[in-house]
Nanobody, 124 residues
Framework: QVQLVESGGGLVQAGDSLRLFCAGS????????MGWFRQAPGKEREFVAG????????YYADSVKGRFTISRDNAKNTMYLQMNSLKPEDTAVYYC?????????????????WGKGTLVTVSS
């Protein structure tokens, strides 16, 4: 079992930066592929970024590539999402997710564990 808690969301202006945190419980945090997803009002949840068990491999949606950076610290059971050059279209609830399978995370299907989300609002 892994419990995930997101934090770091808030209201920022376009062009600003924000860093999200995902704190995981349990001794097996490093056994899971982790990912960030987001859901904007009236839209389906979408994949944002993913990171392998060790952090050596990262994956990004085209819409955030070059602006967002995913990372993790297994010693602290924490995953991060550094978001730079934020745009109003980045406004959404951001969720972290964990699954043993990289394909589940990148496809956003059959994921074992989800956090409850943190709201990011980017004003123009």
């Amino acid at each position: 079992q892994v419990q995930l808690v997101e934090s770091g969301g808030g209201l920022v202006q376009a062009g600003d930066s924000l860093r999200l945190f995902c704190a995981g419980s349990g001794r097996t945090f490093s056994s899971y592929v982790m990912g960030w997803f987001r859901q904007a009002p009236g839209k389906e949840r979408e994949f944002v970024a993913g990171i392998s068990w060790s952090g050596a491999n990262t994956y990004y949606a085209d819409s955030v590539k070059g602006r967002f950076t995913i990372s993790r610290d297994n010693a602290k059971n924490t995953m991060y999402l550094q978001m730079n050059s934020l745009k109003p279209e980045d406004t959404a609830v951001y969720y972290c997710a964990a699954d043993p399978n990289i394909r589940a995370v990148t496809a956003g299907r059959g994921i074992d564990f989800w956090g409850k989300g943190t709201l990011v609002t980017v004003s123009s």
